[in-house]
């Protein structure tokens, strides 16, 4: 174990995916990214953060689409100002916004990008019809990209970032404009790119919550500084709370509360529900809280609809306050 004999694990020995080093950009007055150092592994990487918090910026810069103001950067051991050609090679890209011609079929677009890319005719047809089958685009291939829904538009943008077999995806939010059915498809895909091709990835939202699901590891970004860059089960750890749910309204949650209150648990009503702070010590083996939850709300003639231990989540970081890396 790395900790303990100071040898490096092989995983902790294989250099990142990307390693950036002080990394600055301003657009004038505007401070976009500012001293930003973090390294991203294999695997799936969520970087979030609002709008304006720096995200693409990052990725353009990564790509070499844009000059840094100061400091480095490695892509797949390559250095970003003297080899991005190299970079976009290996590296697959989805940008944000809507970038498809729209009298093109994404059959066509597809095979020109890959084409593009140096393949052959013939091999060009064949990994463009795989890609789009794998995103999901099936008959509708062979249509104009311009009658394309977004949810469409998305996965044509995300079969060309993989047509040429990349190691590492940039998706710039590629669930943007999408209802909840298609975002979570979408999510599921990015998912997948990760685990099923062993792609890594670099996935952004501006929606804090919506990559918990998918990503290995969280990287938060606020007003162009690191927040926080941590391995997904950190931020959803359990914090020692447990929610309780009852039928009822919020007199029959009060009713629970107080009598639980009586029996020395801390609680607090949120919504809904009630959130019990970590049990004190003569509660707090294996299943105690649970039985006298169970017992007080028997007693009361409450039916439980939930009693679950609380998570963290990704925006308590904000709660949290200060730069935690
Ligand atoms: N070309 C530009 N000229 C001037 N300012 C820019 C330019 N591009 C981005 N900015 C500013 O830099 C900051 C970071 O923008 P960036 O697009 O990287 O953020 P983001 O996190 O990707 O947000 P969004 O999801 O809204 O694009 C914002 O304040 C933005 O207005």
New binding site residues.
């Given amino acids: 174990m790395a900790g303990v004999t100071g040898e490096l694990t092989p995983e902790a020995r294989r250099p990142p995916v990307i390693a950036t080093a002080g990394l600055t950009k301003h ?2 007055n ?1 401070h ?1 990214l500012t001293d930003l150092t973090v390294d991203v592994g294999a695997g799936v990487t969520g970087l979030v ?1 609002a ?7 990052l990725i353009k810069i990564l790509l070499g689409l844009l000059e840094p103001t100061g400091g480095h950067a490695q892509v797949l051991g390559h250095d970003i100002e003297h080899e991005s050609q190299e970079i976009r090679r290996l590296v697959g890209y989805m940008p ?1 916004h809507d970038c498809l011609p729209p009298d093109v079929s994404a059959s066509d677009f597809v095979v020109h990008m890959a084409r593009m890319s140096g393949l052959g005719a013939s091999a060009a047809r064949e990994r463009a019809a795989d890609v789009l089958r794998h995103v999901g685009l099936d008959e509708e291939r062979y249509r104009p990209m311009g009658g394309y829904s977004t949810g469409m538009k998305q996965r044509a943008k995300l079969a060309q970032a993989l047509v040429h077999d990349p190691r590492l995806v940039f998706l710039d ?1 590629p669930t943007n404009g999408l209802d909840p059915a298609a975002r979570t498809d979408m999510l599921r895909l990015v998912g997948r790119i990760g685990s099923d091709f062993g792609i890594a990835v670099l996935v952004t939202s ?1 929606l804090l919550g919506e990559l918990e699901q998918v990503s290995d590891h969280v990287i938060v970004l606020d007003g162009g500084h690191l927040l926080r860059s941590s391995a997904t089960t950190e931020f959803l750890r359990q914090t020692g709370s447990l929610l309780v749910e009852v039928v009822g309204t919020e007199t029959e949650r009060d009713r629970l509360g107080e009598a639980l209150a009586q029996r020395g648990l801390v609680c607090r009503p949120r919504g809904k529900v009630i959130a019990i702070d970590p049990p004190p010590p003569e509660l707090a083996g294996e299943g105690a809280a649970h039985d006298l939850i169970r017992d007080v709300a028997a007693d009361l003639g409450l039916g439980l609809m939930r009693l679950e231990p609380d998570r963290g989540h990704l925006e308590d970081v904000f709660l949290e306050g200060g730069a935690r890396v």
């Fill in positions: 657009y004038g505007v976009a953060g709008n304006g918090a720096g995200k693409s910026t944000e939010e501006h």
